[in-house]
């Protein structure tokens, strides 16, 4: 009798194994295993009536920090000026490392950062993108107490054109 038992439990365990199998459609792909990302940087517009002072915009670099701990610094030697009331294009795309991904989600953080004497922060955008191997999105940063976002910027495979818009 106990043999009986210890072969039907494993056979049970087959069964299921194989059940499973063929309900996920086979193995998942790891998140290593994904299309490489990228985020990109597109465009700024800084309100005219923005707090923000215009000298504080006119030298700035970007930092990007993933997951709280790795860090990527963007347009220190030739600094990106931003005028109020302008777009300005800032056009600068970062390959994501798998590495970044935890779980399907990238958190990550934007920040520019006054070029000076003294690094300042002047604005600073934070993000949590879940599902990010399933979706290609664009996303905006806007500034407290303002209505119009600051930065457009998307996370998408890379390579992948921006949808075009139907007109009507």
Not at 19 to 41: C, N, W
Not at 53 to 59: H, I, L, N, Q
Not at 107 to 134: A, M, P, Q, Y
């Amino acid at each position: 009798m106990r043999s009986y038992m210890v072969k039907a439990g494993f056979a049970s365990m087959l069964v299921a194994a194989g059940l499973q199998l063929l309900a996920g459609g086979g193995p998942s792909r790891s998140i290593a295993s994904v299309d490489q990302l990228e985020l990109h940087l597109q465009n700024a517009k800084l309100s005219t009536a923005s707090r923000i002072k215009a000298d504080d915009v006119k030298s700035l670099f970007v930092r990007l920090t993933f997951s709280n701990q790795h860090v990527v610094e963007l347009a220190k030697d030739t600094p990106i000026g931003i005028l109020k009331g302008e777009e300005s294009l800032i056009d600068l795309k970062i390959p994501v490392k798998p590495a970044w991904i935890r779980g399907d989600e990238l958190d990550f953080k934007i920040e520019f950062v006054s070029k000076g004497v003294l690094e300042n922060v002047i604005i600073r955008c934070s993000h949590v993108s879940k599902e990010v191997t399933k979706f290609n999105r664009t996303l905006q940063c806007v500034l407290p107490g303002e209505s119009q976002p600051f930065l457009n910027f998307r996370l998408a495979k890379q390579g992948e054109p921006v949808p075009a818009v139907a007109r009507k």
